[in-house]
């Protein structure tokens, strides 16, 4: 189709026809950002008013282009009145809105699309279940009052939701994108969202940033974000975001941050005011929280249950209010500090699996033990199998046995009352086989008090003409060693002798059975 506008057309709708055939940008504004803020200004007025029975007309049934132009739709700073419904729709034209308003919702369910650019646009509801698009959508800086619904969609290449402001609908969901498939990257950095954002069991090939994001829901026990079982090819980006970032960048959405930022440049944490939920996710590269702030209330909490990712970066600048579950979690590089996790038995370790710790501030091996310890409710010896594991691997052995000593410190206190007794003789003498030079100590005590007693005490000869030689600290020593014979065996104490040879003699089984136990364990765990 080519030729003139149909009739009944406008002037506005009229020039737009002619834009679209030449695939030329028509630009409605009036220059004052008062009156062209698509948000906060009123009724625009018929010079500035298209029908979405005329932009549907356009994408559907369109004009054929002009010769050596391709038709596309650029529209900007115009009011869309009536419902848009393209739902089902095969859309084979570029599209790009900036600064609309609509007055009804946008439907695009099922349909299939290049590049679908909305940039600056107040949209009531975008109901875009199972839309397909060869190229990017961009919904960048938009308002979408009564939220987003993307789900099972497939984008092509990216979606861009950077400095979006979403509310969300009677189900309380701001973005509903479960299932959705991206081929590159999604950015939502400094997305403002009330109501859960959702992209359970979905696939981003690229990296996901929800970089100085602010995400909160109303009523405890509820998640501003869901991204369980989710894939990400890259980077799952929890952070915060620099101010001065967007200068510079190399695209009006914030796709990198442009020239770098000076020292100390101010950011924009993430902010989560609800539960953030990770479980089973998947990150190829790594998934960094820092910079960000989680204020829970009730059940909410952060749940890293069962993700696995080469790198987890967990560096906030406070702990969150709230539980962090970790359970059966799978990172190649723990990068932590102390400040960052909350105390009181709200961190849940059970099957946490590490490769290395690169902790990102001074972590003593003391602070990684309570750390450990706050979070079991009772014994287990799994998080301490995994936490000396990891520093034996960094070459940390001193550390790794001050680990497994505590181990046992923890294990004795779930023992029966006779079984206390016995593993606090052990971790007395020698520290549980982990403080092997405490029994050199014991054993030197014990020979020194041994000799005073024997020295001011000598026994009589067991036969008066084959005595040996007395000496009282060889006398003493092969007591406390029974095994080697040391040449003063024909020595017979009276009744007080006897008691004090006997307890050196236990003080001598003691201390070298628990120096071999200790020793096997050490082989062992080695």
């Not at 393209?86 to 308003?101: K, N, P, S």
């Not at 020295?455 to 003409?465: F, I, Q, V, W």
């Amino acid at each position: 189709m080519a030729g003139t506008a149909p009739d009944g057309w406008t002037p506005v709708e009229q020039r737009l026809w002619e834009a679209f055939r030449h695939g030329e940008p028509l630009d409605l504004r009036t220059g004052d950002a008062t009156l062209d803020d698509a948000v906060r200004s009123g009724d625009w007025g018929p010079g500035r008013t298209v029908r979405a029975a005329a932009v549907a007309r356009l994408l559907l049934d369109g004009p054929t282009a002009a010769d050596g132009r391709v038709a596309a739709l650029k529209l900007t700073g115009a009011l869309v009145t009536g419902p848009l419904e393209l739902a089902g729709a095969t859309i084979g034209h570029y599209v790009e809105l900036e600064d609309c308003r609509f007055d009804h919702k946008l439907l695009i369910s099922e349909a299939r699309a290049g590049t679908v650019r909305l940039v600056g646009c107040l949209i009531p509801r975008l109901e875009g279940a199972r839309f397909a698009t060869e190229g990017d959508l961009h919904l960048a800086r938009c308002t979408v009052p009564a939220g987003i619904r993307l789900t099972d969609a497939r984008i092509g290449t990216d979606l861009l939701l950077n400095h979006a402001v979403l509310g969300g609908d009677r189900y309380g969901r701001a973005l509903a994108a479960d299932g959705i498939t991206v081929g590159q990257d999604v950015e939502a950095e400094r997305l403002v969202a009330v109501g859960e954002v959702s992209l359970r069991t979905g696939r981003v090939g690229g990296r996901l940033s929800l970089r100085g994001a602010d995400l909160r829901v109303t009523g405890p026990g509820r998640s501003c974000l869901n991204l369980a079982r989710i894939t990400v090819g890259s980077t799952l980006y929890l952070t915060g975001s620099l101010d001065n970032g967007w200068r510079g960048s190399r695209t009006l959405y914030g796709h990198g941050y442009g020239d770098p930022p000076d020292p100390g440049a101010p950011t924009t944490p993430f902010r989560a005011r609800g539960g953030v939920r990770l479980s089973d996710g998947r990150f190829e590269n790594a998934c960094l929280v820092n910079d960000a702030v989680f204020t829970f209330t009730g059940r909410q909490e952060l749940a890293l249950r069962r993700i696995q990712t080469p790198e987890l970066r967990f560096t906030c600048p406070a702990p969150a209010a709230g539980r962090v579950s970790l359970s059966r979690a799978r990172v190649g590089n723990l990068v932590d500090t102390p400040a960052s996790w909350p105390g009181g038995g709200r961190v849940g370790l059970g099957g946490f699996a590490y490769d290395s710790l690169r902790p990102a501030a001074p972590f003593s091996v003391a602070q990684r033990i309570a750390w450990l310890e706050d979070s079991l409710a009772e014994y287990q010896p799994e998080p301490y199998e995994q936490l000396a594991a990891a520093l034996r691997r960094d070459g940390r052995d001193e550390d790794a046995r001050e680990v497994l000593h505590a181990k046992q410190r923890r294990r004795r206190a779930a023992l029966p009352p006779h079984a206390r007794l016995w593993g606090l003789l052990q971790d007395v003498t020698v520290g549980y086989g982990y403080r092997p030079g405490r029994a050199a100590l014991w054993l030197l005590l014990a020979w020194l008090a041994g000799t005073a007693w024997f020295a001011g005490h000598p026994p009589a000869p067991l036969k008066a003409d084959e005595a040996p030689t007395w000496n009282a600290p060889l006398y003493v020593l092969g007591k406390l060693l029974p095994v080697v014979d040391l040449g003063q065996g024909g020595w017979n104490p009276d009744r007080p002798g006897q008691w004090v040879a006997a307890a050196l003699v236990l003080t001598g089984w003691i201390l070298a059975t628990t120096v071999v136990t200790g020793a096997t364990r050490l082989l062992q765990r080695g």
